[in-house]
């Protein structure tokens, strides 16, 4: 029960540190090139899917903070609804984070290949250092998204082992 806790607390920081670093990876990541005699200045604003994972990044970074001090202040889940909370909240967070994760990828791959038929120009060419920091922003976001499941499933396994296997729907003390 005290690793299965700890084990918790290492991943939520782990995830958080991920998912900070990869906000500054993109929301500082800049380029200026001149193309044509115009200074062309490249940033994460000109495509809307890492704008959209920055935001994310954010938000579930500050979600598993906030389990966090519950945990760390004695308000850990005790009850089974925190617990069905937490399962919930948790699975969302996975889910909202590699959606974003796979749309900033691909968006950024468009932006890498380029469309001849949408007239979009391939951006790595010019602006090489702003698509390696992008590129691997959206690496150490996967690999933030690989953790945030494990610790869902460690959240479905604290929330289900309340369960008893003998009756259906009852809770072990009710059995």
Same mark, same amino acid.
């Given at each position: 029960?005290?690793? /299965?806790?700890?084990? *918790?607390?290492? #991943?939520? @920081?782990?995830? $958080? ?7 500054? =990876? ?20 000109? /495509?809307?899917?890492? *704008?959209?994972? #920055?935001? @994310?990044?954010? $938000? ?7 389990? =966090? ?107």
């Amino acid at each position: 029960m005290v690793r /299965l806790k700890e084990t *918790e607390v290492i #991943l939520r @920081i782990c995830i $958080v540190f991920l998912l900070l670093l990869t906000s500054v =990876l993109v929301g500082l990541d800049s380029q200026t090139e001149e193309i044509a005699y115009i200074h062309k200045k490249v940033t994460f604003r000109d /495509l809307f899917a890492l *704008e959209l994972e #920055l935001y @994310i990044n954010v $938000v579930v970074a500050a979600y598993n903070m906030v389990q =966090l001090g519950f945990g760390w202040y004695g308000v850990a889940q005790k009850t089974s609804n925190s617990k069905c909370l937490s399962y919930f909240l948790d699975q969302t967070a996975v889910y909202v984070m590699f959606a974003g994760t796979s749309a900033a990828a691909q968006h950024s791959l468009l932006v890498l290949t380029g469309s001849r038929e949408l007239q979009w120009m391939k951006w790595c060419y010019k602006f090489t250092r702003f698509c390696f920091q992008i590129g691997s922003a959206i690496i150490l976001n996967y690999i933030a998204a690989i953790l945030l499941i494990i610790l869902s499933a460690l959240s479905a396994f604290n929330l289900f082992r309340l369960y008893s296997p003998k009756r259906y729907f009852h809770f072990k003390s009710s059995s």
